[in-house]
Every structure is written in C-alpha cells, then in structure tokens.
T-cell receptor
C-alpha cells in the first residue's frame, strides 16, 4: 500500500537538544510538506519542497530546518532555537502535475514533547 | 490579510440528521477547495475536492458546495452516524502547486 510514514509516533526530548522527525513516502509524489498543529489551531506550514534538493520556508520556519536529498524523504529537524517545540507534527505529500487538482496525503503525525 | 474561518469550533447533532459545516475565506482566490477529516491523534484524511468552476460535488453521504461570489463552502453529511464524529478541516489551494492553507477545523459530534 502506498502512503506516508512518520516516525516515531511519540518523541520526548530535553530542552536544548535538536531532534529530527522522519517522513517517508512511497507515492512517487514530487511535493512534500511539514505542518505543525497545536490544540485548537489549524495546521500551520513550516517548510515545503516541490522538488529534490529544493525547499521553501512556510509561515513558521524559524527554529526548524529540513533537507530533501531524496524524493521519498523529507526529514524535519527541530532545533534548540525553536521557542515552543512541543506540538503535533504532520508530514504530507502531493502530486505537482495537474496544478493542484489532486488531494494531499498525510502521515499520522509525530507528537513531540520537550521538557 | 488572508483568512479562512470555519463557522464553529464544535457542532453537536442527533444521529440521522444532516450536519452542515461552513468554511468562509477572505482575501484569497482559491482554485481548489478541499475537505479533510481528522480523528484524534491521527493525520487528516482527504474527503472531497471541488474546483472554482464547480458548484457542487457529492460522494456517498457527503456533499460540498463552493460559492466563489460569497467566498464560502458548505460541507454536508446526510444521515449522520456516530462514526462521523471527528474534526473536519477546510483547506484552500491557489492554482499551481502552492501549499494548502487550512482553517482551524470544526469538531463534529453525532449523538446517538
């Protein structure tokens, strides 16, 4: 079955440590996205990538970094510079052909807790 | 500034009734509007997509309308069931390959 895999489901870190969240897709999608979701909030875009070796900042990129070395993989690093890193992180992918006329596919998220 | 508003944070309805959820947007010209379902602790799951030149789309018990003049989409679930209880998210996309922009969602509870 094709889909998006995020790991781990739960992650605990101490303040001041960097942490990397994994996102892998086998849908052959060109575009991949990282969102953050806080209680009572919608999804807010952190970073996105429309092609390998290229990515753009979203609305809340500060304190985060990404890489896109392979089409299938789009890891997100939450750095110690992120002021409020505790959140639910969602990865998504979509086709880029067709100009947006297809749905996005989401992973089941990673819940990060920083203490 | 661009804004997407979903009418209520929470909506409670009786089983068997039709649930109607609203998505309004301002300062935005979406080419595509999508609705997703999200269960607690899970990622959103795609339900329906409607294009700017379409008025209505249906899929089984689901119906979505898109009024670009009113800048509004309505999402209906007919003959609602307790299993329909979830958070429903409205999302917009410009033409091209821009990222989706999401509303905050409406938490629907269907009471037996």
């Amino acid at each position: 079955d094709g889909g998006i895999t995020q790991s781990p489901k739960y992650l605990f870190r101490k303040e001041g440590q960097n942490v990397t969240l994994s996102c892998e897709q086998n849908l052959n999608h060109d575009a991949m996205y990282w969102y953050r979701q806080d209680p009572g909030q919608g999804l807010r875009l952190i970073y996105y990538s429309q092609i390998v070796n290229d990515f753009q900042k979203g609305d809340i990129a500060e304190g985060y970094s990404v890489s896109r070395e392979k089409k299938e993989s789009f890891p997100l690093t939450v750095t110690s510079a992120q002021k409020n890193p505790t959140a639910f992180y969602l990865c998504a992918s979509s086709r880029t052909t067709g100009g947006g006329n297809s749905p996005d596919h989401f992973g089941n998220g990673t819940r990060l807790t920083v203490t | 500034s661009q804004k997407i508003e979903q009418n209520s944070e929470a909506l409670n309805i009786q089983e068997g009734k039709t649930a109607t959820l609203t998505c309004n947007y301002t300062n935005y010209s979406p080419a595509y509007l999508q609705w997703y379902r999200q269960d607690p602790g899970r990622g959103p799951v795609f339900l329906l997509l409607i294009r700017e030149n379409e008025k209505e789309k249906r899929k089984e018990r689901l119906k979505v309308t898109f009024d670009t003049t009113l800048k509004q989409s309505l999402f209906h679930i007919t003959a609602s069931q307790p299993a329909d209880s979830a958070t429903y998210l409205c999302a917009l996309r410009n033409s091209g390959n821009t990222p989706l922009v999401f509303g905050k969602g409406t938490r629907l509870s269907v009471i037996a």
